[in-house]
């Protein structure tokens, strides 16, 4: 009984060494991160087929930096995504876990350094940095977002109209350049084909869902903040603590000396 009991504690204690606040953005952070680049990725890859087959846009030959170029350092960038802010988010449990104050209990008094204040400053600092960051990426997920949200718009009007004749420009996106025409029309067949696909309507909404990981991204980036900002006043607080202790602790020996020199000068007098 006496073993059960004391495994009990033993598990109450360890999970109160868990920092939850951080945990929890952790969670959030990978949650938004995987579909952000995996939703972005298959998104990408569905734009070059969509741009491909019913746009009829050709890869350059060469070094030129066309739109295909352009979304293969896309994924190129979601790679790196991917593997910094995975490598990120064990950094900040681990720095959440050495300054929760249940670490404190687990394993006995410890002392603040000025190398912990500093890891917890700079911790603070590269994640508003990297809010900023996915606030950018959120915004910029929003444009393809409004680029498939009137391309599907247009199919929609077209089978809800007979008879109308509506065109897509991709210069007025931005993809090709002025003097290059890819427009699309409701009444060619590649226009009726795409709208009949189920590739539009996929990537339309990995496009949604990339999106909403990024927006994820940014609340866990938030989160973390309001984290890190709440370790920064704890460990504040205990190095104010642990000064005060220091000092209080040298008070008590500077008066336990007097007093021992007293007590051997009286001693001494009296023999």
């Known amino acids: 009984m006496t073993d059960v009991e004391g495994c009990f504690e033993c598990c109450i204690k360890c999970l109160g060494g868990i920092p939850y606040a951080s945990l929890i953005a952790t ?3 990978y949650a938004g991160v995987a579909l952000f680049c995996g939703c972005g990725h298959e998104a990408l890859s569905g734009t070059v087929n969509i741009l491909q087959t019913y746009f009829e846009m050709a890869r350059t030959a060469g070094d030129t930096l066309d739109v295909f170029t352009m979304i293969d350092i896309f994924k190129y960038v979601i790679y790196g995504i991917a593997a910094a802010f ?15 104050g249940a670490i404190k209990d687990l394993y006995g008094d410890f002392k603040i350094t000025t190398c912990g204040r500093c890891v917890s400053a700079w911790f603070i600092m590269l994640t508003y940095l990297f809010m900023l960051a996915w606030l950018g990426v959120t915004a910029f997920t929003s444009l393809p977002v409004y680029m498939y949200f009137n391309l599907w718009t247009i199919c929609r009007n077209t089978t809800l109209v007979e008879g109308a004749n509506l065109c897509l420009d991709l210069r007025q996106f931005g993809i090709v350049t002025i003097g290059e025409e890819k427009k ?23 496009f949604i869902v990339a999106l909403a990981g990024a927006g994820a991204a940014v ?8 984290v890190l900002s709440a370790n920064w006043a704890y460990v504040k607080d205990a190095c104010r603590m642990q000064k005060y202790e220091d000092i209080k602790s040298k008070e008590e020996q500077e008066l336990h ?9 009286r001693l001494n007098a009296y023999t």
Request: hydrophobic fraction near 50%.
């Open 219 to 226: 609340i866990a980036m938030v989160h973390y903040l309001m």
């Open 184 to 206: 699309i029309c409701t009444v060619s067949e590649n226009f009726l084909r795409m709208c009949e696909s189920t590739e539009l309507n996929m990537t339309f909404h990995l």
């Open 27 to 29: 969670i959030l952070l």
């Open 257 to 265: 000396d007097i007093h021992s020199t007293r007590s051997k000068e």
């Open 86 to 100: 995975f490598v990120y988010g064990i950094l900040l449990m681990v720095e959440g876990f050495f300054t929760t």
